[in-house]
């Protein structure tokens, strides 16, 4: 039964890269490009929510007090 499971799950996640390979016109690179532009969006995305994270809170908190909603 977790077996059959997995397998959908497997299934399903390859099904969703393969969309993802069509829609941004991927599957017309060699792996190895693909693979560089993978490495570089992935980057680019973890140092974004790495900055989102270090920084929002600090931000948030002088919106906050601009608006005197904390004092």
Known sequence: MAGMALARA???MSW????????TALY??????RTVFNSMLVS????????????MPQHIMAILH?????P
Do not use: D, N, R, S
């Not at 969703?16 to 829609?23: D, K, N």
């Not at 017309?28 to 490009?33: A, K, T, Y």
């Not at 790495?50 to 920084?55: A, D, E, I, S």
């Open 28 to 33: 017309m690179l060699e792996p190895w490009e």
């Open 10 to 12: 497997w299934k399903q």
């Open 66 to 70: 601009y608006f005197e909603i904390v």
């Open 16 to 23: 969703f890269y393969y969309q993802y390979l069509l829609v």
């Open 44 to 55: 680019v995305v973890g140092m974004a929510l790495y900055t989102g994270y270090v920084f």
